[in-house]
């Protein structure tokens, strides 16, 4: 089992660029959750998904920032536009099910590093 | 939202020591879990632990989910133990996890 892919690893973009962000779960999960870290802080929840829906958005920027989890392929953390702000650490977390205690330990991806000039 | 405070925020060690990290929290949770984010940045997941004890190796954890607390004991401290800690909660079953500042360990040889 690979774990919780995450690509790329660095990603450097200049202002105003978009950036795409690749997350393939464990294999059998069908949970994805998206967190952001700011240089120097704790992660941030941004986004929750299953395959084809977004479950809960709460943590997203209004503007600019996008996820989704097709039902084949990876899901995808897209930011237009992207603004020096928006350098952090992306990390992509995975678990297989809700709602039963064993099920709630998340699994992280490595995270990808964006960096915005 | 519910609080997560982490303490300290740094800790420097000698090799061979032990430690107590703490995690205060301010609403009631089902879901507690404890991390370590080496100094590559991976986030490893140490313990799933909303209450009770629960040891693997040296490291060992207890909440106590009425007063809201959570320790996490690092005993006889290796250099790779050296890294960021954090603590995670949820109030619901889920992983829409709030995590604290972190705890910077540093162990030294």
């Known amino acids: 089992n690979a774990g919780v892919m995450q690509n790329p690893r660095h990603l450097v973009r200049r202002r105003g660029q978009e950036a795409r962000l690749r997350c393939s779960p464990m294999?059998?999960?069908?949970?994805v959750y998206w967190y952001r870290q700011l240089p120097e802080e704790g992660l941030k929840f941004m986004v929750y998904?299953?395959?084809?829906?977004?479950?809960?958005e709460s943590g997203m920027p209004k503007e600019r920032f996008s996820a989704e989890f097709p039902k084949e392929g990876p899901s995808i953390l897209r930011i237009q536009q992207v603004v020096r702000g928006d350098s952090a650490a992306y990390f992509c977390?995975?678990?297989?099910?809700?709602?039963?205690?064993?099920?709630?330990?998340?699994?992280f991806g490595a995270g990808s590093r964006l960096t915005v000039l | 939202g519910i609080q997560v405070e982490q303490s300290p925020p740094d800790l420097i060690l000698q090799e061979g020591a032990n430690s107590t990290l703490r995690c205060n929290f301010s609403?009631?949770?089902?879901?507690l879990q404890w991390f370590h984010q080496n100094p590559w940045g991976q986030l490893i997941n140490l313990f799933y632990?909303?209450?009770g004890t629960k040891q693997n190796g040296r490291l060992s954890a207890t909440t106590v989910a009425t007063e809201r607390y959570s320790l996490l004991y690092i005993s006889s401290s290796q250099t790779t133990d050296s890294g960021v800690y954090f603590c995670a909660v949820a109030r619901e079953y889920g992983n829409k996890l709030v995590f604290g500042a972190g705890t910077i360990l540093r162990v030294k040889s």
């Open positions: 609403d009631s949770v089902n879901n």
């Open positions: 977390a995975s678990n297989y099910r809700q709602g039963v205690s064993g099920a709630n330990v998340l699994t």
């Open positions: 632990i909303p209450s």
């Open positions: 998904l299953q395959k084809e829906n977004i479950i809960d």
């Open positions: 294999k059998g999960h069908s949970h």
